[in-house]
């Protein structure tokens, strides 16, 4: 267990939905990421906050949109889902001392989506 | 930008086999390196890292050595068990920017037989 949470475990939706996906960091973790898992992808970064602010972008489309709250805990939301959006989606947590240096990040479980 | 390329899988052995699969990458300056591994059904697990050339990182009988000479992290162990079967991923943080992004390669499949 590498007390990061994420709920739902699976989500089932139709195109078009929009669905928010949670995800709790370890505790003393000020940074969460966001990775997107598919087949045709491969494992690819979303988005980084760090203790509430967005920090680092990847190859999140306009339709996704994440936050941390004072709690720190994260959300990511996606709307106008399409088929191709069908994936898993990871949280990550770090301490993010600030050093940039291979900081180990501890991944929840997932979320699976299937958009129909 | 930052890329990191796999050995393509499945690699199938069998029990007590030695394993190597190679991870290189691409990155400016002198990014931190990471093996990660997801079981079935599981998320992604840290196996072992290395932040500097010539570091070598080492857990569970695995070991990779960041060769800067070669921008390369190949992951190896010497007898593989069942329990090894698994997907794994070669990784690299660039720390750049302010973020500590993870880029991945495509990962490896990893079936061990008895």
């Known amino acids: 267990d590498s007390g990061v949470t994420q709920t739902p475990k699976h989500l089932i939706t139709a195109t078009g939905q929009r669905v928010t996906l949670r995800c709790s960091p370890r505790s003393g973790d000020l940074s969460v990421y966001w990775y997107q898992q598919s087949l045709d992808q491969g494992l690819q970064f979303l988005i980084q906050y760090y203790n509430g602010e967005e920090r680092a972008k990847g190859n999140i489309l306009e339709r996704f949109s994440a936050q941390q709250f004072p709690d720190l805990h994260s959300e990511l939301n996606l709307s106008s889902l399409e088929l191709g959006d069908s994936a898993l989606y990871f949280c990550?947590?770090?301490?993010?001392?600030?050093?940039?240096?291979?900081?180990?990040?501890?991944f929840g479980p997932g979320t699976r989506l299937l958009v129909l | 930008g930052d890329s990191v390329t796999q050995m393509e899988g499945p690699v199938t052995l069998s029990e007590e086999a030695f394993l190597t699969i190679n991870c290189t990458y691409t990155?400016?300056?002198?990014?931190?390196l990471f093996w990660y591994v997801q079981y079935p059904g599981e998320g992604l697990q840290l196996l072992l890292k290395?932040?500097?050339?010539?570091d070598k990182g080492s857990n569970k009988g695995f070991e990779a050595t960041y060769r800067k000479e070669t921008t390369s992290f190949h992951l190896e162990k010497g007898s593989v068990q069942v329990s090894d079967s698994a997907v794994y991923f070669c990784?690299?943080?660039?720390?750049?920017?302010?973020?500590?992004?993870?880029?991945f390669g495509t990962g490896t499949q990893l079936k061990v037989e008895l």
């Open positions: 290395a932040t500097k050339a010539d």
């Open positions: 990784a690299l943080s660039a720390g750049a920017g302010g973020g500590n992004k993870l880029t």
């Open positions: 990550a947590s770090s301490v993010d001392s600030g050093t940039g240096r291979g900081e180990t990040q501890y």
């Open positions: 990155a400016t300056g002198y990014p931190s």
